[in-house]
């Protein structure tokens, strides 16, 4: 099955401070999404990106589909920024059987 | 709407026990999945529906059983709980629409088994 790896694992920033978030996938998707898990566990939809480039205020994404990979952009980060970010990829074009990564753990501090 | 929604959302069984986990959606979405987090991993498929009737094993779907008999209702059987079966349960639905096609999730049921 496809593969999806994410980097980094872990990061911990300053609040004002930008960070980027890289997701690889090893094979061509319909779609890839990118997720927020908040502190009491909800997974919150950030993009639907399978290619291209978007933005939603402070957040930020681009997936470069021919090259496998997707990137966040969080700028002018938040304590509520806090949490895991998770990348899923689906090849089925329903979105119905997502392949996440194993997340990258976000904490902000004051 | 309220999107997707599970109940329970904590549940404590013994080993052996069955029990079924409720997923509902409002949004009339034809797809629907189950997915199991466990600590420090991403979300895994169980089983997933294509629509009412129709349902399909994902990457680990061992001791676990659904069925879809209405386009709202997705609910996941445990048939004899085992303490690997520990973990927290996500719901999903998604649709397709113009090309586009999104999932959106439940808040989770946290099921342990001791």
């Known amino acids: 099955g496809i593969q999806v790896e994410q980097s980094p694992p872990d990061l911990i920033l300053q609040e004002g401070a930008n960070s980027t978030l890289r997701c690889n996938f090893s094979?061509?998707?319909?779609?890839l999404q990118w997720f927020h898990q908040n502190p009491w566990g909800q997974l919150i939809n950030l993009f639907y990106?399978?290619?291209g480039t978007k933005q939603n205020g402070r957040l930020s994404a681009t997936t470069v589909a021919t090259e496998r990979y997707s990137l966040l952009y969080i700028s002018s980060s938040q304590t509520t920024d806090s949490g895991v970010y998770f990348c899923?990829?689906?090849?089925?074009?329903?979105?119905?059987?997502?392949?996440f990564g194993t997340g990258t753990r976000l904490q902000v501090t004051l | 709407n309220a999107g997707v929604t599970q109940t329970p959302k904590f549940q404590v069984l013994k080993t052996g026990q069955s029990m079924t986990l409720q997923c509902a959606q409002d949004m009339n979405h034809e797809y629907m999945s189950w997915y199991r987090q466990d600590p420090g991993m991403g979300l895994r498929l169980i089983h997933y529906s294509v629509g009412a009737g129709i349902t399909d094993q994902g990457e680990v779907p061992n001791g676990y059983n659904v069925s879809r008999s209405t386009t709202e209702d997705f609910p996941l059987r445990l048939l004899s709980a085992a303490p690997s079966q520990t973990s927290v349960y996500f719901c999903a639905s998604s649709y397709v629409a113009g090309g586009h096609t999104e999932a959106f999730f439940g808040q989770g049921t946290r099921l342990t088994v001791v």
């Open positions: 990106i399978p290619s």
């Open positions: 094979d061509s998707v319909n779609n």
């Open positions: 899923a990829v689906d090849r089925t074009g329903t979105a119905s059987k997502l392949t």
